[in-house]
């Protein structure tokens, strides 16, 4: 009696608890029915993809956080989610109808097994689509912010707007009208005649200047704008570094040109005009200069054209070239790959050294070359250490943290972060989730680091052998180095 009872369980399964079964993981309710080979066709597909995500937070949900403004991950992440969620309907319905073919039922007719069956389908559904709405939303952000070269503006209405002069030599404005009138510049930094195929405004400063008060502000826009308003009502599909190259090939939908267009789109509307000069501000655009001697001419050019006939010529030469050394002398920091960058190498003069050096640039690819410390410490030892990958998108350059630049500061805001770097309270590591050489006085602590190096002035010191262990006397700049000597953390 007690065998025929479990063969009667065995040939009346039930078909909600296989279509449970199959809803916790496909395959499953497929063995409970003893279809080995067909719950094994259900379970693997989906194990395949569950070890793929565990490898995408193996880098740290940081990691993957940054992965989907990948357009092509989350969009991709979106399809596998909605794949994933019909594989588990596939896997319920085929286990709820063959255990009810087993059970000699019609199971899709029974209404308390189709009420469960609907619960754990709505279940998957839902959970399912709000995976795959949150993976579409990053595509939409991902789509918005990285963007290439258009395949063309999305006209959004506006009127063409008459043509203005070579933007390969801009005309400058009209002299202005009285000697308090403020000027606007436009400086513009190209990447063309590098052996490029492109021609990318990476740098766009715009130079406000009050003669007035004798105060000069600089707004640098930055290059990965997209989605960029046009004067004429139109929108700009690609990245702002990109419209003047294709402004200047689409002349017949671009009549201002390249430089026009974008100094015409920067002041459209008045919005920016009304902040930083009121109805007469105008920008001036600069000529694209491919080396230093065109980049000294160009400031000078457009700074002596925009005052002649205000005041003598010799004045404003004389401002024109402080205007240019500033630029020149002033800025914050010097990055330190450009020595072997070619024909992207920094030739201008200096009346001293930055402040700040990058160092620790991605295209330090190999961390056992030590070109970049003899750069720096050739140039000056006391120029405060900086990192940064140059990560633009997933899968370019380096990806985030690679390197990382660690500040202390005293508070979480801006000014705090960059009172932090004034007074170089700076480390940089390899990767963010690596060894860390920190400084407290005249010591260096090591975090997180044993069995690397410490390395100073003179050369190696001591091995680290603890998890977080302190080097008194440690004056000058420090590195921890491993067994190949390639650099894992620096600092000053």
Known sequence: MDKSRHATRRIRPSPSL???LSFLWPGIGQLYLGRRRLAAAFAVPLLVVLLFFLAQLAGGADVLAVR???????????????????????SMAQAFGAAGVLAKVSAWRESTH?????VMAL???VSHGLVAYGAWSFYQAGSRIFVTGPSGPTPTGGTAVGPSADPSMPTPYQTPTSPTARINILLIGSDAG?????????????VSVDPTTDKVVMLSFPRDIAQFPLYNGGTYGGKLNSLVQFAA?????????GLGTLERGMVAGREYASRVGGDHAKLRPVVRARNAEETRAAIDWNLTEAFEGEQPVAFWSGFAHGVRQFLVDEAATLSAHPPGGGEVSWPLPRRGPPPLGEVWHWSWVDLRWTAPLAWWLAWDAGAIPVGGSDWHRPGSDAPPGAPTTWVECDGDGPEAVLDGLRAGRVTISARRDGPVLLRADDAAIAIDA?????????GPRARVRRPCQNFPGSTGYHRLADDTGATLALTR
């Open 18 to 20: 296989a279509a449970f």
């Open 68 to 90: 989907l403004f990948s357009p092509s991950f989350a969009l991709g992440l979106a399809v596998l989610v909605i794949l994933a969620a019909l594989w588990r309907l596939a």
């Open 450 to 458: 044993e069995r690397a190096t410490l390395a100073g002035p003179d």
């Open 114 to 118: 189709v009420r469960w069956f609907a």
């Open 249 to 257: 090939a689409n002349k017949a939908r671009y009549p201002d040109g």
């Open 194 to 206: 590098l052996g490029y195929t492109h021609s990318l405004t990476d740098t766009m400063i715009v």
């Open 123 to 125: 279940v998957v559904v």
